[in-house]
């Protein structure tokens, strides 16, 4: 298998991932993090397939970071009335970021082998999309898990702001 397809293979892996997620998740807005993260893996694995076919490559940069910080706003408005997490899903959610931050390696290395220019840059590029991909599922399994660890360690947490 060529890496091009091992990433096609990757991406695809990863979207059904966050699909899953969406699909158990309650909360509208933690549900569109996922879906635009199952999204964003939708338009990498297009821009392998452009860049295994030597085709013009859409743009790799995103607008995901925006869109998940207006979700967690919108979750944070939340957190007094309800309990919206599963606080079952944080090892889940540790393997996601596991395999984003398999996804950042990845591609840095492929960018680092990369001879052409522009093959260079868009696997630069995908690494840096992952990066975004990794922080937003850190972010959210530190939401998730926050109440299990300010309480197992309420004497170091008790000053951070909830």
Sequence with gaps: MDIY?????FEQENRAFYEEFAEKCSHTSLKSV????????RK??????QMR???????VESDILPKAKEAFEAISKD?????????????????AIAIEEKSIEFYSE???????PAIKEAFQRLAEEEKKH????????????RPNT???????????EY
């Design 110 to 116: 492929q960018a680092e082998k990369a001879e052409d």
């Design 79 to 95: 957190l007094p009335e309800n309990e919206i997490f599963d606080t079952e899903q944080v090892d889940v959610y540790k393997k």
């Design 44 to 49: 990498h694995e297009n821009i392998i397939r």
């Design 150 to 160: 300010w309480l197992e360690d309420a004497e170091w947490y008790h000053l951070d």
């Design 5 to 9: 397809e091992f990433a096609i293979n």
């Design 134 to 145: 990794e922080k937003i599922m850190s972010n959210i399994t530190e939401m998730v898990n």
């Design 34 to 41: 996922f879906l635009n993260l199952a999204d964003e893996e």
């Design 53 to 59: 076919d030597n085709k013009e490559l859409d743009a």
